[in-house]
C-alpha cells in the first residue's frame, strides 16, 4: 500500500465534527493521509505522520468530493432550440423529454456510452467524485435496460426512471404503459439498478400511478426516489416520506405540511437549481426546509432539457445567492447532503475511514465557491485515493 499526506491545507472540510469545528468540522492548517483508497488520518499538519509520497497544498482550501445524487447522463441529441425558445417566454413542460426520447432510441450504445463518459469527466474536473444517474430516455424495455446498463459502467449509483413521462406510443393508454413500467420492463431494468424514480408531476405521472411505480420497485429490491412538487405542488413529497424514499428532488412548490412531512422523516430534500436557473422558474426555499430541520441536498439534475449543466460549484453559488443558504450549508449539501440522499456514509466527508474522495481550490476557503461564480475554482481532485486532476 501507498500512502499520500496532502498536507500544507489552509482550511479542510471534513463534515466530521469530531474531526473540526462547526458542522463542517473545519480544521486550519491541516493535512489528510489518504492511504488504499480510504483516508486513514486527518489533523493538524505539524502532527502529520509520514507517507510515502506528499503533496503540499500550499495553503488552498480542501474539502469532500461532491456528491451529485441527481443526473440525467444517458442521451443523445441536442435541446439548444427548445432553451433558446424558452429563454424567449415559452414555459417549460414535461413534453421536451419526448424529443430527447427519439434521439436516445436512434443512438447506438457506443455513442450513449461516449456521452456518459465525456459528462462524468466534465464533473470530475468540477469536484464531483461520486455521481447519481438515471434512465428515462429510452421509454421501451430494451431501451432503458441498455440505458441502466451503460450507467453502471460509470457509477453504482444507477436508478430506474421508466417513470419519466408516458412513452409515445401509449400516448393513449398511460394505464397500460403503468403496466409496462411496473412489469416487463421492471424485470429486465432491476438488476442493473439500485434505485428506482418517478417523475410525478402534471404532464408525467399521477400519484396513484406513482405509487404503483414505487411499490413495484421496492419489491424488487430498488429504493424509492422521487421527482416531487418541480411544476406545482402536488402529491409527490408526500408519497416519497410514506413510502421512505431515499430523496424527493425538486421540492420548488412546497407547503407546510410537505416540510413538516420532509423534517420529520430520513427522505432528503434534494435541490436542484440548475432547472430553476434555465426554465426561469422560481427557486425552491431552501431556508424553510432548512429552518425547519428537513436534511437538504444540492445536486445538479444534469440533463438536456431542464439543466443542462454538471457544475456543483455553479449549484452552490446559486443556492447560496438565490435560495436563502449560507456558503457553509451549501457546501454541506452538496457533499455530506448528497451523501445522505444515496444513503451513503463512505462519501461526503473526509475522516478515517471515508473513501479517499478529496477536492484542492485554488482558494484559501469553501466560501469562494460562492463568493467567485463561475471561476474554474478546482485544482486537484483525487477519487479513491488516485490523483485524477
Known amino acids: 500500500m501507498t500512502a499520500t499526506l496532502i498536507t500544507g491545507i489552509g482550511s479542510l472540510v471534513t463534515n466530521d465534527e469530531a474531526h473540526g469545528t462547526g458542522p463542517l468540522g473545519l480544521l486550519a492548517d491541516a493535512a489528510v493521509v489518504l492511504e488504499d483508497g ?58 421536451g423529454i419526448r424529443t430527447t426520447v427519439a434521439a436516445t432510441r436512434a443512438a447506438t450504445d457506443a455513442e450513449l456510452d461516449a456521452g456518459v463518459a465525456r459528462l462524468v469527466r466534465e464533473a470530475l474536473r468540477q469536484g464531483t467524485t461520486t455521481v447519481e444517474c438515471k434512465s428515462g430516455y429510452g421509454l421501451t424495455v430494451e431501451d432503458e435496460a441498455r440505458a441502466l446498463r451503460i450507467a453502471a459502467r460509470h457509477t453504482a449509483e444507477t436508478t430506474y426512471l421508466g417513470a419519466h413521462v408516458v412513452a409515445p406510443e401509449y400516448a393513449d393508454d398511460p394505464a397500460g404503459y403503468v403496466d409496462l413500467v411496473t412489469g416487463p420492463m421492471l424485470d429486465a431494468c432491476a438488476p442493473h439498478a439500485r434505485w428506482v ?32 412538487n418541480q411544476l406545482g405542488p402536488g402529491p409527490g413529497v408526500q408519497l416519497a416520506v410514506e413510502l421512505g424514499a431515499a430523496s424527493a ?46 436534511a437538504v441536498a444540492l445536486s445538479t439534475d444534469c440533463n438536456p432539457g431542464s439543466s443542462f449543466t454538471t457544475s456543483m460549484p455553479f449549484c452552490v453559488a446559486v443556492a447560496v445567492r438565490e435560495m436563502g443558504m449560507t456558503p457553509d450549508e451549501a457546501v454541506h449539501a452538496a457533499t455530506a447532503g448528497g451523501a445522505r440522499a444515496l444513503r451513503r ?23 469562494h465557491l460562492a463568493y467567485r461564480p463561475g471561476v474554474p475554482l478546482v485544482s486537484a481532485v483525487w477519487r479513491g485515493g488516485v490523483r485524477e486532476l
Open 38 to 95: 480510504r483516508v486513514a488520518w486527518t489533523g493538524p499538519a505539524a502532527a502529520a505522520p509520514a507517507a510515502d509520497t506528499v503533496h503540499d497544498a500550499g495553503g488552498r482550501a480542501a474539502l469532500p468530493g461532491f456528491v451529485d445524487s441527481h443526473a440525467h447522463l444517458v442521451f443523445a441529441g441536442d435541446r439548444t432550440a427548445e432553451f433558446a425558445a424558452r429563454m424567449s417566454g415559452r414555459p417549460y413542460t414535461a413534453g
Open 345 to 367: 456514509t463512505d462519501v461526503g466527508r473526509i475522516a478515517p475511514g471515508a473513501r479517499a474522495d478529496l477536492v484542492l481550490l485554488d482558494a484559501p476557503s469553501h466560501v
Open 249 to 294: 428532488d425538486h421540492c420548488t412548490h412546497l407547503d407546510d405540511a410537505d416540510v413538516a412531512a420532509l423534517a420529520s422523516s430520513d427522505t432528503v430534500a434534494t435541490l436542484l437549481p440548475g432547472a430553476e436557473f434555465s426554465t426561469r422558474a422560481p427557486y425552491p426555499d431552501a431556508r424553510r426546509l432548512l429552518d425547519a430541520g428537513a
Open 197 to 228: 424514480d418517478v417523475f410525478c408531476e402534471r404532464g408525467a405521472f399521477d400519484g396513484d400511478q406513482a405509487r404503483a411505480v414505487l411499490t413495484a420497485g421496492a419489491a424488487r429490491g430498488l429504493v424509492p426516489r422521487v421527482h416531487a
